[in-house]
C-alpha cells in the first residue's frame, strides 16, 4: 500500500505541463469558480459558529471556578471542529459540483495517454455525471464524517491524538482520492463496480489526496489550482492501472 502511495503522491509530477500540453485551462474556469464560492461560504460560516459551538460546550461546566478557562478551551475545541467539518464538506461539495465538467477533462487526458480514440466506454450526459458525482461524493462524505467525528475526540487524548490524528489525515485522503478517481472511472464502471476498484487501489487514492490536502494550506492559490492537479493526477494513474488491467476496451 506504501508503494501505491508514493505513486499517487508521485503522479502529480508533470501535471501543469500536461494541462498546458492538451490545453485544458478553460475547461477549469467554472471548476474553479465553485471552489472559490464554496470556500468562501464555508470560510465565513466557520468563522461564525467556532464561538457559537464553544459556547455550547462550556454550557457543560456549571462550576464557577474555571469557567473562563474552560470557555476558552471550549471555542478553541468548537473552532477545530468547524474547521475539519468545513475542510470535509468543503471537498465533496466542490467533487460534486465539478463532476460534468471534470470527466471530459479525465476523458482528454486518458485519449493522449492510450493513443487511441477509440477506446470504448459508456457515453454519460452532463445530467448524469453530475449525479454520478454527487452520489460518489454524498457517500463518501457521510463516511468521512462517520470516522472523523470520533477521532477529533480523541485527538484532545495525549498520545493518542498522534495515532488519531495520522487516522484522520489518511481517511480524508482516502475520500478526497476516491472522488478524483471516479472522473475516470465513471466513463468504464458503474457505481458498485468503481467503489470495489478505489478499494482494491486504496493506496493510490490516499497518495492523491494526501497532495490534495496539502495544496489547500496554500492561501488563494491552493484553492484555485487544487482540482487541475489533482484531477490529472488521478487520471494518469487510473488510467495506467485500466490499462494493466485490460479494462480499456477497444472498439
Same mark, same amino acid.
Given at each position: ?45 466557520? +468563522? ?41 464538506? +468543503? ?28 477506446? !470504448? ?7 448524469? @455525471? ?24 480523541? /485527538? ?15 481517511? @480524508?485522503? +482516502? ?15 458503474? +457505481? ?44 494518469? @494513474?487510473?488510467? @495506467?492501472?485500466? /490499462?494493466?488491467?485490460? !479494462?480499456?476496451?477497444?472498439?
Amino acid at each position: 500500500m506504501i508503494k501505491n502511495i508514493l505513486k499517487g503522491i508521485k503522479a502529480y509530477t508533470g501535471t501543469l505541463a500536461l494541462i498546458s500540453k492538451l490545453k485544458l485551462w478553460k475547461y477549469f474556469l467554472i471548476p474553479i469558480i465553485i471552489s472559490i464560492i464554496t470556500a468562501s461560504i464555508i470560510g465565513f460560516s466557520a +468563522y461564525g459558529l467556532s464561538d457559537n459551538l464553544g459556547n455550547f460546550f462550556a454550557k457543560v461546566w456549571i462550576w464557577d471556578w474555571g469557567k473562563e478557562t474552560f470557555t476558552s478551551f471550549s471555542t478553541i475545541v468548537g473552532a477545530i471542529i468547524i474547521v475539519v467539518i468545513g475542510f470535509i464538506l +468543503y471537498k465533496h461539495i466542490v467533487m460534486a459540483l465539478s463532476a460534468p465538467f471534470m470527466s471530459p477533462v479525465s476523458e482528454k487526458i486518458e485519449t493522449h495517454l492510450t493513443e487511441n480514440k477509440n477506446n !470504448k466506454h459508456r457515453n454519460t450526459s452532463f445530467k448524469a @455525471q453530475l449525479w454520478r458525482g454527487i452520489r460518489i461524493n454524498g457517500r463518501n462524505l457521510l463516511r468521512e464524517l462517520l470516522f472523523s467525528v470520533p477521532l477529533l475526540v480523541l /485527538k484532545f487524548i495525549p498520545v493518542v491524538n498522534i495515532f488519531s490524528a495520522i487516522l484522520l489525515l489518511l481517511i @480524508q485522503a +482516502y475520500y478526497t482520492g476516491f472522488g478524483n478517481i471516479d472522473y475516470t472511472l465513471e466513463r468504464h464502471f458503474k +457505481y458498485k463496480e468503481s467503489i470495489a476498484f478505489v478499494r482494491k487501489n486504496r493506496g493510490l487514492a490516499i497518495g492523491n489526496g494526501i497532495v490534495f490536502m496539502l495544496f489547500l494550506f496554500i492561501p488563494i492559490i491552493g484553492i484555485i489550482i487544487v482540482l487541475p492537479l489533482s484531477v490529472t493526477a488521478a487520471t494518469t @494513474q487510473t488510467v @495506467q492501472l485500466l /490499462k494493466a488491467e485490460n !479494462k480499456l476496451v477497444k472498439e
